[in-house]
């Protein structure tokens, strides 16, 4: 079968959403399926090029007559497009092919949710034949339908240990208002102050609020490392005993690593994010502000052995998310709307 993908960026610009279209796709190519990918264009980057074994057409904002001559003959070839959110298929409409058209739609436009964004999407959702949300809570929030959902993928550690008693909290994801940062290391200085439990932390990530998160954790007295945006993952999820994340994809890892997930949330739409999560009360701890959370992680470190029942279902969950299983979840979309690979 030959797609096309429509997304807003693509590699080698690092995002959830350029993750997500570059490993499905390039797993849809490893199934014997053609993939292009019509994107926006980055500077210093060719307008085409190949990558993971997917044809790639980089156009800019706005297009003259000979590139959408271009961008049409690149499309025609596609029996079916796949957009990854609204913006690429609004933009690009015109150009393609009489074909099927689906869609991704991934997370959400902060809170509260802006009027055009809801707009926006529920005129998107009117042209697409089938959709994938990425969790959820965004069929709940922003009044479209979702034929599958899902929660992400994730490469499975080869071995998983025993998470060390003495090991520290990891910090995971970006250091920004959305992501809980400040207050997942509030949750930690108020373990300490009201439970007397002192746990090192360790920081994976960057953003606007590094320099607030690292004055957060010294007046907490915590002792806390910031090491910025890291290649491997894996081995400080190894080394650490929980880990503090929001984002689904960091929530994943950690589950497949053997790693109790504690998470907080400030709004109502970031609430039902976590708490209709499949691993949420399964190994996903969410609570409603530091001091909950704080009264959790005490819970937790007083009874062991519910951190173990949990963990023992929500592992093997997390393992099985892999990028082939999603990608045999797009192709299963499509048989269900009648398009055979």
Known sequence: MRLAFLTASFAPQAGGVERH??????????????????????????????????????????LDPQQRRQAREFLAPSDLVHSHDAYPLLKWRRLLPRVPRFMTWHGYEGWPI????????????????????????????YGHGCDVTSYGAIDPP?????????GPVLLLG?????????????ALGLLREHHGQSLPLVVCGDGSLRSQAETAA????????????????????????????????????????GRLVFAT???????????????????????????????????????????QAELAWAEPYARAQTWE????????????KGVKP
């Open 265 to 307: 949330y400030d709004n109502p739409l970031k609430r039902d994010y976590l708490a209709l999560h499949p691993c949420a009360g399964r190994g996903l701890v969410v609570a409603a502000s530091p001091l909950a959370l704080s009264g959790r992680m005490a819970d937790y470190a007083a009874h062991p052995e519910q951190e």
């Open 218 to 257: 010294r007046e907490q007295g915590l002792e806390a490392s910031f090491l910025g945006m890291v290649d491997n993952v894996g081995e400080h999820l190894a080394a650490a005993r929980w880990v503090l994340c929001t984002g689904y994809l960091g929530i994943l890892e950690a589950l497949a690593h």
């Open 158 to 166: 080869a071995q998983v240990t025993a998470p060390p008693a003495s």
């Open 325 to 336: 299983a999603l990608a045999r979840l797009y192709l299963d979309l499509y048989r269900a």
């Open 174 to 186: 970006r250091l920004e208002p959305d992501t809980g940062a400040l207050a997942a290391i509030a």
């Open 21 to 62: 279209a570059r490993r499905v796709g390039a797993e849809l190519v490893r199934l014997g399926h053609q993939v292009r990918v019509l994107t926006r264009g980055l500077p210093g980057v060719p307008d085409q090029d190949q990558v993971d074994g997917m044809p790639v057409l980089r156009l800019p904002r706005r």
């Open 114 to 141: 802006p009027l055009e964004a809801r707009l926006t999407r529920r005129l998107a959702s009117l042209m697409v034949s089938g959709s994938i949300c990425m969790g959820e809570f965004i069929c709940r929030w």
